[in-house]
């Protein structure tokens, strides 16, 4: 089975992204912060990371470099509830696979994870 992790500190969108994903058929696992994220990934691996931006200690951003320097291969979608110009951009500078801004559908969030996922 498929395991995705996302980093998420707001806990309706946390919660969201968890249903949504369970209904998906994926097993999942979300870290409120970072650093607790990454550390589990070093340990265990990931198929997918789904990346919020607006983190505590370490943003989305700076998190997303170090995962993509330790794990290329591993897909990182970006979400914001702040997409502001230039910030689409900025995802993709960190090393990004795809971005997405919330509130997400859950259609464009099963998209977005499948196409990652078949790559």
Wanted: with cysteine; net charge negative.
């Amino acid at each position: 089975m498929k395991r995705i992790i996302s980093i998420e500190d707001n806990p309706a969108s946390a919660e969201y992204i968890d249903i949504a994903i369970d209904m998906l058929g994926f097993s999942h696992k979300n870290f409120n912060n970072a650093k607790d994220g990454i550390s589990f990934i070093e340990e265990n691996g990931a198929d997918l990371i789904l990346m919020d931006v607006q983190l505590p200690e370490l943003n989305g951003y700076e998190a997303t470099k170090i995962l993509k320097h330790k794990f290329p291969h591993i897909p990182i979608i970006i979400q914001t509830a702040y997409a502001m110009k230039g910030d689409k951009e900025k995802a993709f500078e960190a090393g990004c696979d795809d971005y997405v801004a919330k509130p997400i559908s859950l259609k464009t969030l099963k998209e977005k994870i499948i196409a990652q996922i078949e790559k």
